[in-house]
């Protein structure tokens, strides 16, 4: 009984934690800047839009001194890596970091090649306070090493709960919080696990939902910079509940994309009280 209620609270908690966070991005509309692939920039700027926050797909390494200052938060994605985008992406996440701003890192396909893999290690040790890949990306970057077996270039070869530990020793190894997206969203920041039970499968037949919602973790963690942890998982779950809701309206990706979108902008804090999902799965040993 004693548990059952701790566990009762710890969701309710959650679910208000989560409003209140969506509820911030709305008030401060922080501004996002995101160097970001060419796949993803409509989806990724759509998603802030439709949150509250204020979406900057600005990746020129001569607008760096000028206008990231104003940044509320970066974020950093790989997906279309390409080597003269490079120095703005370094630039860009070492400006944030002289200005106690966050960054939030998507190492989209980082088995693709040596390049790729050698670049996201190398922005990690540049800080980013949270980084989301999914199962297949997390297990990579974690080993340091290609998986050139199965790898299916930005789509996961791997369940989320099978890159547990790789996201446990990136979080200690990098200081990060780790994100793995998939069925279940695991969140851990090396002590601290959890996991968050939102979202249908159909949101991996749209691309670019991963960078979507790692776009929206920065939204999340730039109005709550000191609870990186929280800021993940309930952006993550938000952006769960809203393909929930979109995928009752959808009949199949393209309406679905349109449909999260809708939901996202609509949620409404009874809707997030009653729909948030995010579990304790352990603490650290
Ligand atoms: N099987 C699933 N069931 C529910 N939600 C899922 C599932 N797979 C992915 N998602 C959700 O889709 C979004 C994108 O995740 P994912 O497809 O893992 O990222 P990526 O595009 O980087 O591979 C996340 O919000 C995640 O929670
Ligand atoms: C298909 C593709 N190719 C290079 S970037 C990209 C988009 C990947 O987006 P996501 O990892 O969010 O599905
Ligand atoms: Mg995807």
């Known amino acids: ?43 990724v700027a759509n998603t802030l839009l439709a949150s509250g926050a204020s979406p900057a ?15 509320d938060a970066l ?6 890596l390409s080597p003269d985008w490079l120095p703005s992406m370094k630039s860009a996440a070492e400006l944030v970091n002289e200005l106690g701003k966050p960054w939030v ?29 999914n199962a ?42 780790v994100a793995v997206s998939g069925a279940v ?19 991996q037949r749209i691309t670019a939902t991963g960078c979507a919602v790692t776009a929206l973790i920065a939204a999340f963690v730039a109005v709550d910079p000191l609870h990186a942890f929280e800021a993940t998982a309930s952006a993550l779950s938000i952006f769960g509940v809203a393909g929930e809701i979109g995928m009752d309206m959808a009949e199949g990706p393209a309406s679905l994309r349109m449909h999260l979108l809708d939901s996202l902008y609509g949620l409404d804090q009874a809707t997030i009280l009653s729909r948030v999902n995010i579990s304790c799965m352990s603490r650290a040993s």
């Not at 797909?57 to 940044?71: R, S, Y």
Request: glycine residues 8%; hydrophobic residues 40%; charged residues 20%.
């Open 57 to 71: 797909m600005l990746h020129c390494l001569q607008e760096i001194p000028d206008f990231t200052p104003h940044a």
């Open 105 to 133: 890192f998507d190492p989209v396909a980082v088995s693709a090649s040596d390049f790729r893999l050698k670049t996201c290690i190398e922005l990690v040790g540049l800080k980013p306070a949270v980084i989301r890949g």
């Open 185 to 203: 969203d695991i969140i851990t920041d090396g002590q601290r696990l959890v996991g968050v039970h939102n979202g249908v499968a159909m949101m």
């Open 136 to 177: 297949s990306e997390i297990l990579a970057l974690a080993n340091a090493s290609r998986d050139t077996h199965t790898s299916k270039g930005a789509d996961s070869s791997h369940g989320s709960m099978d890159a547990i530990e790789a996201a446990k020793s990136l979080a200690i190894a990098s200081g990060a919080v």
């Open 1 to 43: 009984m004693g548990n059952k209620n701790q566990s009762l609270e710890e969701e309710e908690d959650w679910g208000m934690k989560s409003w209140k966070n969506l509820e911030k991005v709305g008030e401060k509309s922080p501004l996002i800047q995101c160097i970001t692939n060419y796949v993803s920039m409509d989806l």
């Open 75 to 80: 974020c950093l994605n790989v997906g279309t």
